[in-house]
């Protein structure tokens, strides 16, 4: 070998031998010159380096610096294929060298990606193995724009952030390196080197599409196999539908304590397939929505404060895991809903925050980038490359894992720069208002974006004011969600619920007001995972009175949420009343189903779903004024409600009685639109649900005798605290 006068530049040896060179490309692997090409490579640990070609033959490169850095002549033109062995204290190894291969970004991705419309950048970004010229390998890519350096490091270079320096792409600040010979399951982070300062901590990848199972916080290498899919027939079911007008009633679910395995551990997601899924099958609810389960690193926070948005926690299983169970629940005809959080990000060292030395995906703005209800960061929504992240973040699901829905948290947060904030702690939009909209943008970007690509699924708004039209058209000049979790209905009805009967008289309104704004959006009528902890106690819990008392209630009060207008939601454990409140650290309680009133609470919630999904008057209007009417609205002495609901002109309908008292009152008057038999569908004091048995014989008839502005009325048995549906069938005669 014969020194060149091209060797590099010892300024150039040093920063790639120190881990601060910001283009190693530019030094190592080989690089044309006169007669063939110089060849150089950074081998720590090693005192002889041979390139092994692929003819057999061979060329020694000589140690410069005695720092593991190498170089030599090669009468070859670049490129070529070459290995490369080191001889040192600790053995012999060998490599493909990674600064042999040449980019697989290109233009595209860097114009889309500053642009903010890369759609198909999460099959860019993060950790992919495939075969790049010719060699199978993973190819790793991640934006750090303000960063010096940026290096792949994992077990396969002992973490040395010196071994595996990334090339990084001007125009948009993305880096990229391939590794020959990586595999799939390889733990990995990125190691930056920021412009001005340290080493940061070690980076887990934000486009990361598996992780390690807390305490540890490396991005796992995923697996490329192909899953199977059977759900066909279901999703182009789903695209045909019209959820406003189809029964929805969701199950609302904490996987990690639905059912806890052995010695208190986390479920599989095949067990939960094996568990949850037919359970919720057979109690008649339409979908599943799951807390998050991006991967996050602190069990307390259920979710909420994930650092992994494309990684499916690693706590019940692998990716392919949580694939298996969406597929098995659209075979059981369930729909799956994911908790989604774009509103903040936690600061972990390994997470997001500062990610390349400064603000990056959080705004630079503390009045704008952090959250101080819970001490986290706040995305810069009005940044294209954030705002494209999450928007892909987003279409993942919906493309990889075939979910049906995304459940948006916290959107009120987003939608206000004065939210949970002081005078003088922040600062109005450009038109002077407290109006966020770069997040009002974002969040119409990706409404419009889901329903265009996957239609008939769902996007559901968690926002707890009164901002006008959250589900309504973006071209209307709204949000674009499907729907919006009604806050308001849930509070002033478990406000009304938890008083004592003798005292409801005076807050019968609580239950009427909803009324009044039920159609201004097409509504979700949840009672959520956060009206069960905090010291808020179960459900079942906030009702008054003995255990006889507090169970009737709750059959009420679910039977008069059943036939409200709105579509229904249910936290888990409350459909059989779990008496505890929840914990994420334990299973539910399912020992309480042995016991009656229990057993009955269950049974119900079965019942009043399959009533809710059968008869079209009680779901096909839950958005429109059409399909709701009083019949009693007024009497608050006695704490009976009554209403209609209706669905098309060919559907009968069904007339729904709530008296709040203990009192039965048996021989109580209602109007009623029609005469003829009005069969009792539903009377939640029967005694399989663990009530007295006070009804109506199976039907009340209605005769033709006016009554509260109804062309005809019926005397019926109002059971105390207890509620009955009546279902219109003109045709039929009264049994004596």
């Not at 159609?519 to 079942?540: C, M, Q, R, T």
Request: hydrophobic share 40%; net charge negative; glycine share 10%.
């Amino acid at each position: 070998m014969t020194i060149r006068p091209n060797w590099a530049p010892d300024a150039d040896v040093e920063a790639i031998v120190a881990g601060r060179h910001p283009n190693p490309f530019s030094v190592l692997g080989p690089h044309a010159c006169p007669g063939g090409a110089a060849l150089r490579a950074f081998a720590p640990g090693a005192r002889r380096l041979t390139a092994l070609f692929a003819d057999g033959e061979q060329a020694a490169l000589e140690a410069r610096g005695g720092e593991g850095f190498f170089e030599g002549f090669v009468a070859r033109r670049p490129p070529f294929a070459y290995r490369f062995l080191a001889e040192g204290e600790a053995g012999s190894w060998d490599w493909d060298d990674p600064y042999r291969f040449g980019p697989i970004l290109g233009e595209m991705d860097d114009h889309l990606l500053v642009e903010g419309a890369h759609l198909e950048l999460y099959r860019r970004l993060g950790a992919h193995h495939m075969t790049h010229e010719g060699v199978e390998g993973v190819h790793f890519s991640v934006w750090a724009p303000h960063a010096k350096r940026v290096s792949v490091v994992g077990e396969f270079n002992q973490w040395d952030g010196r071994r595996h320096p990334m090339r990084k792409r001007i125009d948009s600040g993305l880096w990229e390196i391939f590794l020959p010979g990586a595999a799939e399951g390889a733990l990995y982070k990125y190691e930056i080197l920021p412009a001005s300062s340290a080493v940061l901590p070690l980076k887990a990848d934000p486009f990361g599409q598996e992780a390690q199972l807390r305490p540890s916080t490396a991005s796992v290498v995923a697996s490329t196999k192909a899953f199977r899919w059977t759900d066909a027939a279901f999703l182009a079911a789903r695209g045909k539908s019209d959820p406003r007008r189809a029964p929805l009633s969701i199950y609302e679910v904490h996987l990690g304590s639905w059912r806890r395995g052995e010695g208190n551990r986390f479920p599989t997601y095949d067990e939960l397939a094996d568990s949850l899924i037919p359970y919720a099958r057979e109690q008649g609810f339409t979908h599943l929505e799951l807390l998050p389960v991006s991967e996050h690193p602190l069990d307390a926070s259920w979710g909420y404060q994930p650092i992994g948005l494309f990684a499916p926690t690693s706590r019940f299983g692998e990716a392919e895991g949580f694939k298996r169970f969406v597929d098995r629940a659209h075979a059981e005809g369930l729909g799956v809903i994911l908790d989604w959080v774009p509103a903040h990000f936690p600061t972990d060292e390994h997470g997001l925050a500062w990610f390349d030395g400064g603000p990056l995906y959080e705004h630079a703005d503390p009045q704008r980038g952090f959250q101080p209800d819970w001490n986290t960061a706040i995305y810069d929504f009005g940044r294209s490359e954030v705002a494209n992240f999450l928007a892909v973040n987003a279409l993942y699901w919906f493309e990889q894992f075939h979910i049906d829905g995304l459940r948006v948290d916290a959107v009120a947060s987003m939608l206000y720069l004065d939210y949970s904030r002081k005078e003088g702690e922040w600062s109005p939009n450009v038109h002077g208002g407290k109006e966020n909209l770069e997040a009002i943008a974002f969040l119409q970007k990706v409404n419009t974006l889901v329903y265009e690509r996957y239609p008939g699924t769902l996007m559901i708004a968690e926002e707890s004011t009164s901002w006008p039209g959250v589900s309504q058209p973006v071209h209307a000049g709204g949000l674009g969600f499907g729907f919006k979790w009604n806050m308001g209905w849930m509070n002033d009805t478990l406000r009304y619920i938890a008083q004592d009967p003798i005292f409801r008289r005076w807050s019968h309104d609580r239950l009427t007001f909803g009324l009044l704004y039920a159609f201004a959006e097409n509504f979700v009528l949840p009672i959520s995972h956060d009206e069960v902890v905090h010291g808020k106690g179960s459900l079942i819990g906030k009702m008054p009175g003995d255990e006889w008392r507090k169970f009737a209630n709750a059959r009420a009060y679910f039977a008069f949420m059943w036939a409200h207008p709105g579509k229904k939601l249910l936290f888990m454990g409350q459909d059989f009343g779990q008496t505890r409140e929840w914990s994420e650290d334990r299973s539910l309680d399912w020992d309480l189903l042995q016991y009656p009133p229990h057993a009955g609470l269950s049974l119900l919630v079965r019942d009043l779903n399959h009533l809710y999904r059968k008869h079209a008057a009680l779901h096909a209007r839950d958005c429109e004024a059409e399909g709701f009417q009083w019949l009693v609205v007024d009497d608050s002495d006695a704490s009976v409600f009554a209403w209609l609901r209706r669905g098309g002109h060919d559907d009968p309908a069904v007339a729904i009685l709530v008296n709040f008292t203990p009192v039965p009152r048996p021989d109580y008057r209602i109007g009623l639109p029609a005469p003829g038999r009005w069969r009792e569908i539903l009377n939640t004091d029967a005694q399989i649900y663990g009530g007295g048995g006070l009804g109506n014989l199976g039907a009340v008839e209605a005769v033709a005798e006016p009554h509260n502005g109804q062309p005809a009325s019926a005397r019926v048995m109002a059971p105390p605290l207890g509620a009955i549906y009546l279902l219109y069938e003109p045709d039929a005669k009264l049994e004596t």
